[in-house]
C-alpha cells in the first residue's frame, strides 16, 4: 500500500530555509511512470502545486515559486526532499508530498498526509 | 492564471439525497480536470481526472462530468463517509490551478 510521509520542523524563522523530506513506501521512486512532487495550502487559500521531479532528477517548477524552490530525489533512500529558501509568513502553510501524473502540467494520484510549516520568529 | 471558481461554497445534503458541485474556469480545458475529495485531518484523494474518469477504488456513486470551462461532481446518493471537502484542479494550462473548495456537510 503506497504510503507518502512528509516531514520536517514545523516551524521556521523569516528568511530562512524550510527543508522538508517525503518518505516513499509501498512504490519505487524509481518508476517511470510518475513523477513526486510538493503542494501547499496556506490557511483559508488555495491549493498550489510547488514543485515535482523524477527518478532522474528531472525537475519542473511552478514559476511563482521558482526562484526561490529546490527539489531533490534520494533513490537510495526512496525520497524526495524540498528547500523554499527565504520564506515569510506567506509561505505558512500544510505541505503534502504526493505522487504526480505528469503530461504537459501536473495532477495528483496519491497524496501524503501533509505538515504544517509556520514562518514565525 | 487561469481562475477555477466551484459552487457553491457549502452544500448542505441529508444522506442518501444527490449532490452536484460546479466548477468553472476562466478558459477552455478541453476534459483536463480533477477532482479531490478531502476530510479533516486527513490527505487530499483524487476522485476523478479526465473530468469523467474515476480513479482506482472509487466507488461508482461519484461521477463527473462537463468539458471545455463547466464540469461537475455529483455523488448520487450521499454516504455519511462522502461528507468532506471537494477540490477541482486544471492541468490543461501551466502550472495547473485549484479551486478553492466546496463543503459538503450534513442537512
Known amino acids: 500500500q503506497l504510503q507518502l510521509q512528509a516531514s520536517g520542523p514545523g516551524l521556521v524563522k523569516p528568511s530562512e530555509t524550510l527543508s522538508l523530506t517525503c518518505a516513499v513506501s509501498g512504490d519505487s521512486i524509481t518508476s517511470t511512470s510518475h513523477y513526486w512532487g510538493w503542494i501547499r495550502q496556506p490557511p483559508g487559500k488555495e491549493l498550489e502545486w510547488i514543485a515535482s521531479?523524477?527518478?532522474?532528477?528531472?525537475?519542473y517548477y511552478n514559476p511563482s515559486l521558482k526562484s526561490r524552490v529546490a527539489i531533490s530525489v534520494d533513490t537510495s533512500k526512496n525520497q524526495f526532499s524540498l528547500k523554499l529558501s527565504s520564506v515569510t509568513a506567506a509561505d505558512t502553510a500544510v505541505y503534502y508530498c504526493a505522487r504526480t501524473i505528469f503530461g504537459v502540467v501536473p495532477y495528483f494520484d496519491f497524496w501524503g498526509q501533509g505538515t504544517l510549516v509556520t514562518v514565525s520568529s | 492564471e487561469i481562475v477555477m471558481t466551484q459552487s457553491p461554497a457549502t452544500l448542505s445534503v441529508s444522506p442518501g439525497e444527490r449532490a452536484t458541485l460546479s466548477c468553472r474556469a476562466s478558459?477552455?480545458?478541453?476534459?483536463?480536470l480533477a477532482w479531490y475529495q478531502q476530510k479533516p485531518g486527513q490527505a487530499p484523494r483524487l476522485l476523478i481526472y479526465?473530468?469523467?474518469t474515476r480513479a482506482t477504488g472509487i466507488p461508482a456513486r461519484f461521477s463527473g462530468s462537463g468539458s471545455g470551462t463547466e464540469f461537475s461532481l455529483t455523488i448520487s446518493s450521499l454516504q455519511s463517509e462522502d461528507f468532506a471537502i471537494y477540490y477541482c484542479q486544471q492541468y490543461n494550462h501551466w502550472p495547473g490551478t485549484f479551486g478553492q473548495g466546496t463543503k459538503v456537510e450534513i442537512k
Open positions: 521531479i523524477n527518478y532522474s532528477g528531472s525537475t
Open positions: 478558459r477552455s480545458l478541453r476534459s483536463n
Open positions: 479526465g473530468a469523467s
